[in-house]
């Protein structure tokens, strides 16, 4: 599927361009924090120890602000700083209450977890794409799921729990026991994570509304940010960014690699997947992406 709109793909264009010039900001996206890496064959995984030396290398030497404010002087046209880093999670594991939010509180670190909010309720079960990881041929699976809507995904044959008890979606209290720290904010993440360019324009808006109202209904705050589900280019399609806007989002990220400038279109923000890697890694891998910090991390030297 080719980009949304020939604006979205000129805007995303200048973006790549102009990454060598000027001021930059990254946003960072994890998915899982777990306290021993497993086999993760979809590559969600960062360890509780690698995590906490980020951390340690964010706090030495970047400038860390809620995903919000990023997104808020991105609207308003600041140059963003360019050591400037905002951290992100997708789909709302539960590892994030028990291993990431901890860490987070101990280094006073920000950060915004995307929900899929269909998985909120006790009897949900577990996020289906955890379901179809560790079925035979999983990867045609993971592809034949994603664009299908709930009702006609069928999944029958797929294991309904993982072994891993931290792998599943935190339901209603653990969200608002998470939401109650006010450096920790919850986004939208549509309600069923299914890829947006399969569904119709209505589905969409739909989609979306229902994700910010059980946000808003869980925080009593408005529900100012989304995430794309996947937020890869083939994966947004030409609706999402005009029912973003609709809905009354003021921002919406994707999970294309890019920094994001002066000219990034706030209705596509970058964010960069962040490898499972120690603080000396960590700290190479954010100078190769073109975010600088105020000064040189020696690994071990701060620890
Ligand atoms: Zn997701």
Known sequence: MAYPTP??????????????FGPAAAVLLYHRIVPKRGDDPLNLEVSAEEFEEHLRVLAFGYRVVPLRQLAEELRR???????????????GYLDNLNVAAPIL?????????????????EDA???????????????????????QRPAEQDLSGLPETSSDPLARPMRRAELRALAQ??????????HSHTQLAALTAAEISDELRSSRKVIESLTQQPCPLLA?????????????????KRVGFRAAFTAERYLIRWRTDPWFIPRFTVPSCDGVQFAEWLSRLGVAPQARYAGATFA
């Open 105 to 121: 509180q101990r280094f006073d670190t920000p950060a915004t977890f995307f929900i899929a909010t269909r998985y909120v309720e």
């Open 7 to 20: 604006l979205a793909t000129l805007r995303s264009r200048a973006s790549r361009l102009g990454s060598r």
């Open 125 to 147: 079960g577990e996020f289906f794409w955890m379901r179809a990881a560790s079925a035979p041929g999983a990867e045609t699976v993971q592809e034949q799921l994603k664009t």
């Open 228 to 244: 794309y589900p996947f937020g890869g280019p083939a994966d947004m399609g030409p609706y999402a960014r005009r029912a973003a």
């Open 181 to 190: 720290d006010p450096r920790f904010d919850l986004g939208a993440h549509t």
């Open 77 to 91: 046209g600041v140059i963003v700083d360019r050591n400037t880093i905002a951290i992100s999670f997708d789909d």
